[in-house]
């Protein structure tokens, strides 16, 4: 971070020489361990014959990759809705944290430290089981992507929140000394500048809403991972279809992370 005068300002002390001498020795050596272990998982495979041809050569047949292909765009459909249902929840949670009413903040900090507590599989269970029980009952793409959103909301909110913390109070004082009241500075000052400097987050956090999607198989939502299970079973060969499963998601993880990276330099 530097400072207005040009002085650069760190967390913490640069590292000297010897410092980045172990640095560089202990990087190496993860390198050498990491490399070391990949060559034992691989040789442990082909030990066990999983790295036989018998079980990869369904992925070479177009009828199984469809059935693959399926399940990540079931996966990317519930990311999308749960997102584009979440981000806007949050945003709105956040701004009711930083609301001048009490009951206001109260409400939403109650909703935010709920969902914040409760894990994801046990609002799962409660809309697989609990809620039938009363009567209510969703299709399984909404007991799936409702509990996604209901906690992502909470994690979003606070990411908001903070970022609005962040920005320098002289930006709402500018904006009240124009006569803008707190409920027009929030929306059409503070909450845009402080939405532009959260993309990258906001994206990063989708990472983490597509890894929640992997649950689907607990309502039996035909996602990805649910998709490799009934495959892998059908082939007798669970472990290359998980491993190709798994590809995919580290695919998409990646092609997100590289997007929050890209847009991190781009922010001014």
């Known amino acids: 971070m530097t400072k207005p005068g040009?002085?650069?300002?760190?967390?913490?002390?640069p590292p000297g020489p010897r410092a980045r001498r172990r640095i560089r020795i202990a990087t190496a050596v993860s390198l050498v361990a990491l490399a070391a272990l990949l060559a034992l998982a691989v040789r442990q495979f082909a030990a066990h014959g999983q790295l036989d041809r018998g079980q990869w050569w369904m992925f070479g047949q177009w009828p199984v990759l469809r059935f693959l292909l399926d399940g990540l765009g079931e996966t990317l459909l519930a990311t999308a809705v749960a997102a584009a249902l979440a981000f806007p929840l949050g945003g709105l949670l956040a701004l009711g944290r930083l609301s001048r009413h009490r009951w206001t903040r109260a409400v939403a900090r109650t909703y935010v430290e709920l969902f914040r507590s409760v894990p994801l599989l046990l609002l799962l269970y409660v809309f697989l089981f609990a809620l039938p029980g009363i009567g209510l009952t969703f299709p399984v793409f909404w007991q799936l992507v409702i509990p996604i959103?209901?906690?992502?909301?909470?994690?979003?909110?606070?990411?908001?929140?903070?970022?609005?913390?962040?920005?320098?109070?002289?930006?709402?004082?500018?904006?009240?000394?124009?006569?803008?009241?707190?409920?027009?500075?929030?929306?059409?000052?503070?909450?845009?500048?402080?939405?532009?400097?959260?993309?990258?987050?906001?994206?990063?956090?989708?990472v983490r809403l597509l890894k929640d999607s992997t649950l689907g198989y607990v309502v039996s939502y035909l996602e990805l991972l649910h998709q490799a299970k009934v495959l892998g079973e059908y082939y007798h060969a669970v472990?290359?279809?998980?491993?190709?499963?798994?590809?995919?998601?580290?695919?998409?993880?990646?092609?997100?992370?590289?997007?929050?990276?890209?847009?991190e330099a781009r922010r001014p």
């Open 149 to 206: 959103v209901l906690g992502n909301a909470a994690v979003v909110a606070e990411i908001v929140r903070a970022g609005v913390l962040n920005l320098p109070r002289g930006q709402t004082e500018a904006a009240y000394s124009l006569g803008m009241t707190h409920r027009q500075t929030m929306w059409h000052v503070v909450a845009p500048q402080a939405l532009r400097a959260l993309v990258p987050a906001l994206v990063s956090q989708l």
């Open 239 to 263: 472990l290359s279809t998980y491993l190709v499963a798994a590809a995919c998601f580290i695919a998409v993880n990646a092609a997100l992370s590289r997007t929050a990276a890209w847009l």
């Open 6 to 13: 040009g002085e650069i300002h760190l967390l913490f002390d």
